[in-house]
Every structure is written in structure tokens, then in C-alpha cells.
């Protein structure tokens, strides 16, 4: 069974991406004392292998936090930032304090995945159980993908704040029925077809 996405499912996607964006960027922006903009760019649904490419980065070149999912949705949240990026991101949310980026990412992610997934809930008016964040290999990341669906939902997010951009990558894994609920939820059915 492959899943057939159309233009209108990459559509829903996006706007739960804008919703979700909106509430991390208020987040993050009381955290810090500071306005902060999340703009999203790119919206893709692309095959497990393709995502190395997307990226742009090396596996050692990138910083990776997940968050599994259950109850509502069945998968995981991943946030992935580039290395060279996170010591800015980190300094903003320190102070310039010198803390070691891998102490705070897990914090960072938490903010991001609690609001995307609490716009996602009240979108669909579901329960979404968001679990602990754990610091993962991409590669492992990937494999542990396959289980749940061939194709990982991508947000590129731009993080803008005073005048400083720092690219990350917001990431749902989620399978299939999961997809199927939450399309459908959004008034745009998932359709499947066997080959």
C-alpha cells in the first residue's frame, strides 16, 4: 500500500506548519524577552533516503532531538538544526552564558514540539501525548522512520531574531493511519493506492 499525497494534502500540511509556527515563535518569543519570528519555508513530504540531500548537511554536520508521539498521532517529532547554527540559537536563549548547546537543545525542542503539537490538538481536537527528548543519530533516526511511514513530513523553518537567521528543520514522522486521521480531520482525506 503507498499513500497518494496531492497539492491539497501538501496544502493542510502547510497551513498546520503556519499554525504551529505561530504558536512556537509567541513561545520562544516570552522566553527570551525578545520578538522572535518563525517563518515557514519549504513544506515537503519526501522519501526517508531523499532527506540527506534536503538537508543540505552531512550526518556529522547536524544536531538531531526527538520527541515520540502517541495516543492521537502515532510517530515522532524531530527537531534538527545545523551545528554551526545551534551556538547561536543557544547563545540568544543563554545570554551569551557559556553552556554547552546540547544542554539546551532538548529545552529548545520541547518549546517547538509542545506548540507545534498543541496547535496540531486543537486543530483536530485530539489528545496528542508528547514524550521526553532524547538526542538521536540521523542515521538512526531514519531507520527507526521506516517502521512508521516511507515518507517523512518536512517544515523548514527560518528562525529570525534581531539580525540573526538560524535555518532548522521541523520534523513529523507519523504512520500511516495517523495521516489518514489527521488529513481527514482537516476536511482532506488521504487516499491510498496498492501497486
Known sequence: MSTAFTALHLDAFREIGNIGS??????????????????????????????????????????????????????????????????????????????DPLQVLPEISNILAGSYLMALSSMLNMFIDLHPPSFEPITRILDHATVFHPQVLIIQNKLLFEDQTVNCFINTVLDNASLERMLSALGVPLSTSTH
Do not use: R
Open 22 to 99: 505561530g504558536n512556537a515563535a509567541t513561545a520562544l518569543s516570552t522566553l527570551l524577552g525578545s520578538t522572535i519570528d518563525l517563518d515557514v519555508g519549504l513544506v515537503e513530504l519526501l522519501p526517508i533516503e531523499a532527506c540527506y540531500q534536503f538537508f543540505g548537511f552531512s550526518p556529522d554536520e547536524m544536531t538531531s532531538v526527538t520527541h515520540g508521539l502517541s495516543e492521537g498521532l502515532n510517530g515522532f517529532f524531530w527537531f534538527t538544526i545545523a551545528k554551526a547554527d545551534q551556538h547561536l540559537l543557544t547563545d540568544k536563549l543563554t545570554m551569551g552564558m557559556d553552556i
